[in-house]
């Protein structure tokens, strides 16, 4: 009978994983690496976190971002296993934490940082399938369902840090969506007393939350695309740009198409009448809606069909703003602006206009945060769960009740 080996004298054992979840929710500061990989599939965002104190009271502080790029061959694959073969789909969720296992290696090196003094790391991972709850995709009006690869078991060993992953399920089993997850962060960072301010996360799926100092009145939905269609439209267009609206050079170029866009209109309508709690996905205003669409309009342009996504965009998160947040909110004005698309000038630009006729008044976060601010998001989250909290908003998911996300992944 063979026995196990013992631990080399000085090596880490299995029990100090443990130990080290233990002792994390004692800690009054705490350092935690969030990642995030969006469905713009462009690359991997970074954020180190320093956190201290307890929810609501946080205080947090970005100590240092960046965003490593994804080169086009792995976008082409996570792009075919959104819709491909489901032994490509796993094989991918493998190696996407593979390459995040190098990447937190290599920032935490750039910055001279230890990996000892990084308490825990959080990863959203890369979503392949996200469909809301009765979604048009399930038949039978079934509950929700997502999918996010990128293994935390392989985080939790090639990096040998303490990982919380996969957040979304754990909100569903509740009763929820699964998304929006973000407001969570967003209660932590603006909520003040006697307060209501608005903060949209522009990334492939713009979500707005309405920040009080309740957190069981904080009200989010996902209120429509962001980047989706724009960047939907752009894969159409022949050129050197890489699939992506990037810094609003092929908006820029173009002019609304109104019929097209009446098209948009006509397309987003149920979901934009849906009252929240609502999340949506690709399967809404993805690449393939973005693709027949353009089938049916040969004749526009490629710069004028992604202009015309802009100012569909634009228009559809200052209706629903109007729609479902003045009527909770009448004195509502300030709209904080953050994520990827803020760093495309066609679309603020339009979102600030339509959002001005509408008696609203966007403000966009400092560049370097607005850009980490999903990996951040996902820090807070995981900073929450292990120290024994819950991290969910029922008011924003549509969850029976609140729950801590993730699973936690022990390094060894």
Not at 45 to 54: F, H, M, N
Not at 314 to 323: E, H, P
């Amino acid at each position: 009978m063979s026995s196990s080996p013992l631990p080399r004298p000085g090596a880490p054992s299995a029990g100090d994983g443990l130990a080290q979840a233990a002792a994390y929710r004692l800690r009054s500061t705490r350092r935690v690496l969030g990642l995030m990989s969006g469905m713009s599939m462009d690359g991997l965002d970074l954020a180190l976190v320093r956190i201290e104190g307890r929810a609501p009271g946080l205080a947090v502080r970005l100590e240092a971002s960046a965003t490593r790029p994804y080169d086009e061959a792995l976008r082409a694959r996570i792009r075919a296993a959104t819709g491909g073969g489901l032994p490509e789909a796993v094989r991918l969720g493998y190696d996407l934490a593979e390459r995040w296992s190098a990447d937190v290696l290599a920032f935490l090196a750039g910055l001279g940082v230890a990996r000892e003094d990084v308490h825990a790391l959080a990863s959203h991972g890369q979503t392949l399938v996200h469909l809301p709850r009765g979604g048009p995709v399930r038949e039978g009006g079934a509950g929700a369902a997502t999918w996010q690869v990128g293994d935390g078991d392989v985080l939790a060993e090639r990096t040998g840090l303490l990982t919380v992953s996969d957040f979304r399920p754990r909100d569903i089993a509740a009763g929820g969506e699964g998304a929006p997850l973000v407001p969570y962060a967003d209660w932590c960072l603006w909520a003040r007393a006697g307060e209501a301010s608005a903060a949209v996360n522009l990334g492939s799926i713009a979500n707005v939350t309405v920040v009080t100092e309740d957190p069981g009145r904080v009200l989010a939905f996902d209120v429509g695309p962001a980047n989706a269609l724009v960047d939907g439209f752009a894969r159409e267009v022949p050129g050197p740009h890489g699939g992506i609206d990037r810094d609003g050079s092929l908006s820029a170029q173009g002019r609304v198409d109104a019929g097209l866009l009446a098209a948009l209109e006509a397309h987003g309508a149920a979901f934009a009448a849906q009252p929240p709690p609502k999340s949506a996905g690709f399967q809404h205003f993805g690449p393939a809606v973005a693709a027949r669409l353009a089938q049916r309009f040969p004749g526009v342009s490629g710069p004028d069909r992604v202009r015309t996504a802009v100012e569909y965009t634009a228009r559809t998160l200052a209706g629903g703003l109007v729609r479902f947040v003045r009527p909770q909110h009448p004195g509502l004005s300030c709209v904080r602006l953050s994520g990827g698309g803020t760093r495309n000038p066609t679309l603020c630009q339009a979102i600030t206009s339509a959002l001005a006729a509408q008696g609203f008044e966007a403000q966009a976060l400092e560049p370097a945060f607005s850009d980490a601010k999903e990996a951040l998001a996902f820090a807070l989250l995981a900073d929450a769960t292990l120290c024994g909290l819950p991290s969910s908003l029922p008011s924003a998911t549509g969850a029976r009740r609140a729950v801590p996300l993730g699973k936690l992944s022990l390094p060894a």
